[in-house]
C-alpha cells in the first residue's frame, strides 16, 4: 500500500485497533459513530490512512446503527463524565478514621 499523501513507496507502519470517529446522516442530524480500525502511518509524513477494511467496518457500523444494535457518540463526552463516580462521603471518614489509626500507631 501507499502513502496518498506524499506518495511515499516507503513502508507504511500498521497500528491496529485504532479508534475512529465519524459522521453519519443528513447535516445538522448527524450523529457521531466510533469503530474500531487498523490504520497505517506513514513513516515519511506522518499521514493516517485507512484501508478497505476499515471502508468495511464503518459500512457495518452505520448498519448497526440503523438496526439500533450501535449508540452514537454523545458529542458532548457526557457519557465519559457520567462514569465517573462521586466519591463516597462514608468511604473518605473511613479512609480518614484508618489514616488517623495509623498516625496514632506511630
Ligand atoms: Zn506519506
Known amino acids: 500500500m ?4 506524499c506518495c511515499s513507496a516507503g513502508e507504511l507502519l500498521k497500528v491496529p ?3 475512529q470517529r465519524f459522521e ?5 442530524q448527524s450523529v457521531t459513530l ?4 487498523t490504520v497505517w502511518k506513514c513513516f515519511d509524513c506522518g499521514a493516517l490512512i485507512t484501508d478497505g477494511d476499515a471502508e468495511v467496518i464503518r459500512d ?6 440503523k438496526a439500533g444494535k450501535l ?8 457519557r465519559f463524565l457520567r462514569s465517573v463516580a462521586k466519591p ?3 468511604e473518605i471518614d473511613s ?3 484508618f489514616m488517623g489509626g495509623l498516625d496514632s500507631d506511630l
Open 2 to 5: 501507499k502513502c496518498f499523501d
Open 88 to 90: 463516597d462521603k462514608e
Open 24 to 28: 453519519y446522516g443528513p447535516e445538522g
Open 95 to 97: 479512609l480518614i478514621a
Open 34 to 37: 466510533e469503530v474500531m480500525v
Open 60 to 65: 457495518q457500523a452505520v448498519s448497526d446503527y
Open 17 to 19: 485497533n485504532q479508534i
Open 71 to 78: 449508540e452514537p457518540v454523545d458529542s458532548s463526552g457526557a
